[in-house]
């Protein structure tokens, strides 16, 4: 039995939970949000950015949940839906924080912005043809590169990866992170 209680605790020694939550001064939804819908893909999905996924962006919020154990990596998927064009996009994460003010600091959290390959056809011909994730670009580099655009009536898939240290306390980590979208605060 004291065996089984070192191996439960071994899998449940971090839970972190991260939401994107809305930053806007006094606003409860900014003005451009009602052409725009956040939502969380699992890490096993790909989605497609020029498919539409009505089902999933109804049922699914913003707030991406990860759940890992001291020394793992963990991530989660923010998916950005935009009915108009997006000039510029970005995140800047904060610290994750649990209920007696631990820290798990912001330099372990990295931001991937999806990046997109055109599928033309495959010998698997139950297949679907489209864009594809395929890679992941560091968020910075692809602003660097001004890269960092969406089309309207499009998805961007927005990859968080925590690393989670070999020294945290357990328990249950949160934190926030602001999107911004032309001039629009997420």
Excluded: H
């Excluded at 930053?23 to 699992?42: F, I, N």
């Excluded at 990295?110 to 056809?121: C, L, P, R, S």
């Amino acid at each position: 039995m004291k065996d089984m209680k070192k191996i439960l605790s071994l899998f449940l020694t971090v839970i972190i939970l991260m939401g994107i939550l809305s930053a806007c001064s006094g606003e409860e939804t900014p003005p451009a949000q009602k052409d725009v819908t956040l939502w969380y893909g699992y890490n096993t999905e790909n989605l497609m950015q020029d498919y539409e996924y009505p089902e999933l962006m109804a049922s699914r919020d913003s707030t991406l949940r990860m759940y890992g154990i001291r020394g793992d990596k963990e991530s989660a998927q923010l998916i950005i839906t935009s009915l108009k064009d997006i000039k510029a996009f970005n995140v800047k994460v904060d610290d994750l924080v649990n209920s007696d003010g631990k820290k798990i600091s912001k330099s372990n959290i990295e931001v991937y912005a999806q990046w997109y390959v055109n599928i033309e056809g495959s010998y698997n011909t139950a297949a679907v043809v489209g864009m594809y994730p395929d890679a992941l670009i560091p968020i910075m580099s692809l602003a660097r590169a001004r890269s960092n655009t969406i089309a309207a009536n499009t998805n961007q898939g927005l990859w968080f990866q925590v690393s989670i240290p070999e020294t945290p306390k357990p328990g249950v980590y949160t934190g926030t992170a602001k999107l911004t979208l032309d001039s629009e605060i997420y």
